[in-house]
């Protein structure tokens, strides 16, 4: 069974410029999470969907941060303009309930690696 | 408020035993998680203990869980150089209805020939 794939693996861009992160999160798993890990740190929620619902976008910096997964499958973060600031990786998870809500483990991609420039 | 402490750093020869640790605030915790990351890639997931136990043993694994305290301890029997990574500790905890991981930092096991 394939896990989460993420693209690009890596992303090069000057500051101000637009980026786009695909994610496509492991087959049948209905809730997927973008996560920011800055160097040396953990991973920080960024926002969860359910299905195509954002349930959880509070860390979300929405003033140049946008996520959308309109068919509930495969999901898009992006960040217009960018900042040097940005330069992290980003890391996408997905997780699917078992029969009776039991452990709901999140699966982590490969990431992407951003600087920005 | 949820928080999650690690050591930084943790050094061993191969074939030593490595004993991670790693405390957490929130009570309300339903699982912890261990999750392994080597350079460039993602998070691999490596065990969980749900909070009800006290132990868990898979393979070279041990997990051990002090609820009293909220220390979770990652121990790696026979550690070999492929073990070298940065291991997270995660604690799962449950609001409106969702569940939410936070990690520490992360600590980095080196592992020397």
């Known amino acids: 069974e394939a896990g989460v794939v993420q693209s690009p693996r890596y992303k090069i861009i000057e500051k101000k410029q637009p980026v786009a992160f695909w994610c496509n999160p492991i087959?049948?798993?209905?809730?997927l999470y973008w996560y920011l890990q800055n160097l040396g740190q953990g991973p920080e929620l960024l926002i969860r969907y359910e299905n195509e619902e954002a349930v959880d976008d509070s860390q979300l910096p929405k003033d140049r941060f946008s996520a959308e997964r309109l068919k509930g499958v495969d999901s898009t973060l992006k960040i217009q303009p960018a900042e040097l600031g940005d330069s992290a990786v980003y890391l996408c998870a997905s997780s699917s309930r078992l029969a009776g809500g039991v452990t709901d483990t999140q699966y982590f991609g490969p990431g992407t690696r951003l600087t920005v420039l | 408020g949820e928080d999650v402490e690690q050591s930084l750093f943790l050094s061993v020869r191969e074939g030593d035993s490595s004993v991670i640790n790693c405390t957490y605030t929130?009570?309300?915790?339903?699982?912890l998680y261990w999750y392994k990351q080597e350079p460039g890639a993602g998070l691999q997931l490596l065990t969980y203990?749900?909070?009800?136990?006290d132990m868990k043993q898979d393979q070279r694994l041990t997990v051990l869980l002090n609820k009293k305290d909220k220390h979770l301890s990652l121990r790696i029997a026979d550690t070999q150089t492929g073990d070298s990574a940065i291991y997270f500790c995660a604690e799962r905890t449950t609001n409106s209805g969702y569940s939410t991981l936070t990690f520490g930092k992360g600590t980095m096991l080196l592992v020397s020939p």
């Open positions: 087959s049948g798993h209905n809730t």
């Open positions: 203990i749900f909070s009800n136990m």
């Open positions: 929130d009570s309300s915790s339903t699982y």
